[in-house]
T-cell receptor
Framework: GQSLEQPSEVTAVEGAIVQINCTYQ??????LSWYQQHDGGAPTFLSY????GLEETGRFSSFLSRSDSYGYLLLQELQMKDSASYFC??????????????FGRGTSLIVHP | DADVTQTPRNRITKTGKRIMLECSQT?????MYWYRQDPGLGLRLIYY???????NKGEISDGYSVSRQAQAKFSLSLESAIPNQTALYFC????????????FGPGTRLLVL
């Protein structure tokens, strides 16, 4: 089975940089994903790391260290619209060698003016 | 038009009633999933299906059943609803291989009285 830990809430001011951490325990690791969910909306995919290192997509970056079972999502130049919940997810082993996702409990990011 | 749709978007029902939530997708993906979201608990997998004749239990399948009527349709049923099934339910799809990114529907908010 899988276990993921991420902070329940993070606050920051507009224009700042914020990092949301995720640690995981898995029986087998196949990749770490990040999703964003605005209040009342559906989760949407942000980024994916299968290998160690940093992946950058505009203002958002995601980092993975497989040896430390750790990853983070970095949000730069924060905007009010970045206020949302952020979920990390790992791929667990499903049936017949397939992979299914397991999600963390989510981090609520509150951006203040 | 949305790629993944869910009906109804909101539903109020009484304890003991049977209720069906429906999901349709136009993404052409073989894999479909049903999740439940409760505050502070993240997204938990109820059932998943990798093709029309394939149904698999997820983390929290008790009290639920599913039907995969076609590649594009995946329904979730609560045979006898109970108040602790009050939650936000999401359907999702993914393609085979690669990142297996989850594409979520808009969600169904269910209240069981």
């Amino acid at each position: 089975g899988q276990s993921l830990e991420q902070p329940s809430e993070v606050t920051a001011v507009e224009g700042a940089i914020v990092q949301i951490n995720c640690t995981y325990q898995t029986s087998g690791f196949y990749g770490l994903s990040w999703y964003q969910q605005h209040d009342g909306g559906a989760p949407t995919f942000l980024s994916y790391n299968a290998l160690d290192g940093l992946e950058e997509t505009g203002r958002f970056s995601s980092f993975l260290s497989r040896s430390d079972s750790y990853g983070y999502l970095l949000l730069q130049e924060l905007q009010m619209k970045d206020s949302a919940s952020y979920f990390c997810a790992v791929r667990d082993q499903g049936v017949r060698g397939s992979y299914i996702p397991t999600f963390g409990r989510g981090t609520s990011l509150i951006v203040h003016p | 038009d949305a790629d993944v749709t869910q009906t109804p978007r909101n539903r109020i029902t009484k304890t003991g009633k049977r209720i069906m939530l429906e999901c349709s997708q136009t993404k052409g993906h073989d894999r479909m999933y049903w999740y439940r979201q409760d505050p502070g608990l993240g997204l938990r997998l109820i059932y998943y299906s990798f093709d029309v004749k394939d149904i698999n239990k997820g983390e929290i399948s008790d009290g639920y059943s599913v039907s995969r009527q076609a590649q594009a349709k995946f329904s979730l049923s609560l045979e006898s609803a109970i108040p602790n099934q009050t939650a936000l339910y999401f359907c999702a799809t993914s393609e085979v291989g690669g990142r297996e990114t989850q594409y979520f529907g808009p969600g169904t908010r269910l209240l069981v009285l």
